[in-house]
């Protein structure tokens, strides 16, 4: 038989609801995985309590310890989910645009960290400080573009990086939370914008439908509605300039390839060496600038580059325990090719070139082993090396 709820049992469940609402907030804001989403904690569903017939004292403790354990789930699932940081290669693309841009622009712009906003975490990737736009008009797009504002917004979608509807509006809330800022500290009135650039290998198909982004250079498009200030910076399409290195290192593919090869020679081996570890470039590319760094004939490069390969051999023990291990086999065929030359000589066995490739050539200690063990009885070289 169904059971009907008493006029008891209705008080009872508005008064659990009405002491949790007292407790924990109706919309409480929880910062996602990637630090800008969010989850709203809209209601709890208290089957067991709602099912009592009675407002007594056991109901009454029941309310507030689930209240109570709310409460530290939320405290845990914030705590839980600052712990996320920011992955390497992005790091490495915002701290080239921290050193490049002052250099780049002699000084007219300046890279900041931006603060944040007081949204639990809306953070943009970086803000550019916009200190001199007039040296701004000589240099290749999208610099120009950035004369007419006090500050811009950047945003930072590396290859692999999610380039999605979801992705886009998140950098525009970002960029709409730092205008809310902005106007907060200019009170009681900002004219102004602060406009958005959005660095990433190439334009979405999504958003060229949606949007219908205004190409104005090569590689800079206008999105609509903002224009102007919501700037796509599609750096596979972008020409290879010194002052473009900041956007550049969001490339993919064969364009970063490219990128990788050209800009090897005109940045210090250090930044070289992290864009090789950082960026996802093909194996033939980074192979390629790995052989660059050869002996140089130059006792301060050499020195350079010693300290360097110490540096990542410390920090990699594994890499640096197999390399010993490598170089201890190498030491061991050294001194098997060695003994097995020495006995084929000295019983006047002789060698033809064929057969001199083939003890140089050998890898294998086991086979070097079993070679000069027959060495020592067979009546030619060629039996020896059977």
């Not at 390497?88 to 900041?112: C, H, S, Y």
Request: net charge positive.
């Amino acid at each position: 038989m169904r059971k009907t709820r008493t006029p008891s049992c209705i008080t009872c469940s508005q008064r659990i609801r009405e002491t949790i609402d007292g407790e924990i907030p109706a919309a409480t804001y929880l910062p996602g995985a990637y630090g800008d989403s969010s989850v709203l904690v809209r209601e709890l569903h208290l089957s067991s309590c709602f099912k009592r017939r009675h407002c007594g004292g056991r109901a009454r403790r029941a309310i507030r310890e689930v209240a109570a354990c709310t409460r530290h789930w939320l405290q845990r699932s914030v705590s839980a989910t600052s712990r996320n940081t920011m992955g390497q290669p992005d790091l490495f693309a915002k701290r080239t645009f921290a050193e490049e841009i002052e250099r780049v622009t002699a000084g007219a712009v300046m890279w900041q960290d931006p603060p944040e906003i007081r949204l639990e975490k809306v953070q943009a990737d970086g803000l550019l400080a916009i200190l001199r736009p007039g040296l701004l008009a000589h240099l290749p797009p999208p610099w120009p573009a950035a004369q007419a504002y006090g500050e811009v917004v950047v945003e930072l979608k590396l290859a692999g990086d999610h380039l999605d509807m979801t992705a886009v509006e998140r950098a525009l809330l970002r960029r709409q939370a730092r205008q809310v800022q902005r106007v907060e500290e200019r009170a009681p009135s900002w004219p102004g914008e602060t406009p958005l650039w959005l660095a990433a290998p190439h334009v979405p198909g999504w958003l060229r439908q949606a949007r219908r982004p205004v190409r104005f250079a090569p590689g800079c498009y206008a999105v609509e509605p903002l224009g102007r200030c919501f700037v796509w910076v599609a750096a596979n399409e972008l020409p290879l300039r010194d002052e473009l290195v900041p956007f550049l290192v969001a490339r993919s593919g064969q364009p970063l390839d490219e990128l990788a090869r050209w800009v090897a020679p005109r940045r210090p081996l250090e930044w070289v060496l992290s864009m090789l570890k950082y960026l996802p470039m093909s194996t033939t590319a980074r192979e390629e600038l790995l052989w660059r760094f050869a002996r140089t004939g130059d006792p301060e490069i050499d020195a350079r580059q010693d300290r360097i390969l110490e540096v990542l051999l410390t920090a990699n023990p594994k890499m640096k325990q197999r390399l010993v291990d490598e170089g201890r086999l190498e030491g061991r065929l050294d001194e098997a090719r060695a003994a097995l030359r020495r006995v084929l000589a000295h019983r006047q066995l002789a060698l033809i070139a064929e057969d001199a490739e083939r003890i140089e050539a050998c890898t294998d200690l086991a086979t070097l082993e079993r070679w000069l063990g027959q060495a020592l009885a067979a009546s030619s070289a060629q039996l020896a090396l059977r």
